[in-house]
């Protein structure tokens, strides 16, 4: 079986004009940044790999960019080794491609010869904006994707006889030589990254807190008065709910824990509400460019029954993070009368808090 040898021209030289004022393709996202996602896409797929802008990357190859992508795509095809069979031309601010999807394009590209062109149906009502603006009843209209694979010495010639100087893509150079391309499904996962917000960036925090019991006539969680023997010790009114909630929110948010925020050493705080404490840390997790998306807790005791007050520590809890009720999940259970949980000397509670930026 014929071995070919495919290259990535990845084009990484836009302004990002419509993002904002800062660079789209550097900001970062579960670890790496936007262009790091697009080109570890192509690593161990692609036998070379291109990046067209200013940038210096251990182990791929940089080329200047052009004032359009036209220009651009010519300075990363210049760059391509000669005997490649099949380039894919990819965009920088497309980090969400599978590399499953790159390796059926290769090998689709390779198979016919000629092109492979990513694609999804849109799925919305579309408008024709050229010249008299009306709609486009058509419902076979398909919106095309990124990399778009060529056999590699075609879309040279394609480019080197291209009729203007710019092209939204390089299907339409292709399709302006050749009369048409070779489309294979795409995904709808494999989204482009254009303006501020299309960049999700999620954060997990963990929270944990454990209250000793003291004397008294019930517990306070959640911002719920449970009936029992006993009460929580604590400087505030010991609400170990709320505050393991509190932690994983600032841990979320890369914020110091709040014993940090809140110390016990302060009178200020001394019987304090622990869902007023909860709303300053969402506040604070705000002004640091996070909201709260999701939360989930386990209360850990013996007693008291914790199950019956769950619905409405929920929805109080809901209420102060600023998300849907379905978006606070607690459970209860015990320790099954081990440890000191077990001998019923106290209450403890684990957290965790979703963040999205922004």
Known sequence: MRQYKFSAVIVAGGSSQRYGEKNKLTEEFFDKSVLMHSIDAFVGLAD??????DYEINGVKCVKGGDTRFMSVKNGLAAVSADTDIVAVHDGARPFVSRNLVKKLFAYAAENGR???PYVKSVDAAWSFSGERKPLYDKGVICV???QCFNYKMLVSALNSAKQTDYPDESSLFYEKYGGVEFYQGEITNRKITYCGDCPEYKVGAGFDVHAFGSGDGVILGGVHIPFNKKLAGHSDADVLAHAVCDAVLSASNNKDIGHQFPDTDDAYKGADSLELLRKCVDIAKN???EVFNVSAVVICQAP???PFIDR????LSDVLGIANSCVN???TTTEKLGALGNGDGIAVQAQ?????I
């Open 145 to 147: 994707q990124t990399p």
């Open 330 to 332: 607690l459970s209860a």
């Open 313 to 316: 520590m929920s929805a109080k």
């Open 305 to 307: 029954k914790i199950a």
């Open 48 to 53: 070379e790999i291109i990046v067209v802008g």
């Open 288 to 290: 640091s460019g996070y």
């Open 115 to 117: 092109s492979a062109v």
């Open 353 to 357: 808090a979703l963040l999205k930026r």
